[in-house]
């Protein structure tokens, strides 16, 4: 098939991605993982690729998936501690009573 179908000549299907974007190499995402891993500046570089003009589109996107996990899981924590502290509050209240 021709370029537009995204094939190669032998019948193999490439990625040309978007504008034709190369795709991100393994190597690539080993350090991007690690990078992630040491507080503070995983945080900040999250920010950075998901936010940045010249961030690859698929890194882009895989790092506002991940700031969307971590506001979604920063909820759910707060939530939880503020039942599990009301019910800590409500029982010692009432043993104290």
Same mark, same amino acid.
């Given at each position: 098939?021709?370029? @537009?179908?995204?094939? *190669?000549? /032998?019948?193999?299907? /490439?990625?040309? +991605? #978007?504008?034709?974007?190369? #795709? ?5 995402? %080993? !350090?991007?993982?690690? !990078? *992630?891993? =040491? #507080?503070?500046? +995983? %945080? &900040?570089? %999250?920010? &950075? ?5 010249? *961030? #690859?589109?698929?890194?882009? @996107?895989?790092?506002?998936?991940? %700031?969307?996990? !971590?506001? !979604?899981i920063a909820v759910l924590t707060? =939530?939880?501690?503020? &039942?599990?502290?009301?019910? =800590?509050?409500?029982? &010692?209240?009432? /043993?104290?009573?």
């Amino acid at each position: 098939m021709d370029e @537009n179908n995204n094939y *190669t000549p /032998t019948g193999q299907p /490439t990625y040309s +991605g #978007p504008a034709g974007e190369q #795709p991100i190499s393994i190597g690539d995402w %080993l !350090i991007t993982f690690l !990078i *992630t891993c =040491i #507080p503070c500046i +995983g %945080l &900040v570089m %999250l920010f &950075v690729w998901a936010f940045s003009s010249g *961030t #690859p589109k698929s890194k882009s @996107n895989w790092a506002k998936a991940q %700031l969307i996990w !971590i506001l !979604i899981i920063a909820v759910l924590t707060t =939530i939880m501690y503020v &039942v599990m502290g009301a019910a =800590i509050l409500s029982t &010692v209240q009432q /043993t104290t009573m």
